[in-house]
């Protein structure tokens, strides 16, 4: 203890040093109450805001891929979907159209073979008519030949 007495007494410390030390506690606790647990709030606040809400800001993001790789297969399965569809109506339309080609051929044919059937017929009838006039055409022929 005298060691301590003497350093304080080479330092120029007098008793006034009780007084500095009891003013020095009451200014910290009151700077601690007004100023420094303010501060603190402050910074914490701060913190919460900034660095904290990277933390959400990443647990947003990967919620927003998952949604995006959602919507990704969503699209896909749509568009498959629509694809199907698509070439489902092609194909009944396919065979619609062959369909209705068939029938108009079949339409075509029959009437064709009418056509055919009835120039057919004329052509028999002229036909017989200049042979059955044969017979009379070449005598009025030769008559004209000879004379």
Same mark, same amino acid.
């Given at each position: =203890?005298?060691?301590?007495?003497?350093?304080?007494?080479? &330092? %120029?410390?007098?008793?006034?040093?009780?007084?500095?030390?009891?003013?020095?506690?009451? #200014?910290?606790?009151?700077?601690? *109450? =007004?100023?420094?647990?303010?501060? &603190?709030?402050?910074?914490? #606040?701060?913190?919460?805001? *900034?660095?904290? &809400?990277?933390?959400?800001? %990443? $647990?947003?993001?990967?919620?927003? /891929?998952?949604?995006? /790789?959602?919507?990704?297969?969503?699209?896909? $399965?749509?568009?498959?979907?629509?694809?199907?569809? =698509?070439? /489902?109506?092609?194909?009944?339309?396919?065979?619609?159209?062959?369909a209705?080609?068939?029938? !108009?051929? +079949? !339409?075509?044919?029959?009437q064709? @073979?009418?056509?055919?059937?009835?120039? =057919? $017929?004329?052509? @028999? $009838?002229?036909?017989?008519?200049?042979?059955? +006039?044969? %017979?009379? &055409?070449s /005598?009025?022929l030769?008559?004209?030949?000879v004379?």
């Open positions: =203890m005298d060691k301590f007495i003497g350093i304080f007494q080479k &330092l %120029g410390v007098d008793q006034s040093i009780f007084y500095q030390f009891a003013i020095f506690v009451v #200014i910290f606790f009151l700077l601690k *109450t =007004m100023f420094f647990s303010k501060l &603190l709030f402050v910074l914490q #606040i701060r913190e919460s805001k *900034t660095t904290k &809400l990277d933390e959400e800001a %990443g $647990a947003k993001f990967k919620e927003a /891929e998952k949604l995006s /790789e959602k919507f990704d297969i969503e699209i896909q $399965a749509a568009s498959e979907e629509a694809h199907l569809k =698509m070439s /489902e109506f092609k194909n009944n339309s396919v065979k619609e159209i062959t209705n080609q068939k029938k !108009q051929e +079949s !339409q075509v044919l029959a064709y @073979e009418e056509k055919k059937k009835s120039v =057919m $017929a004329e052509v @028999e $009838a002229n036909r017989s008519a200049v042979l059955e +006039s044969a %017979g009379t &055409l /005598e009025s030769i008559n004209k030949l004379n």
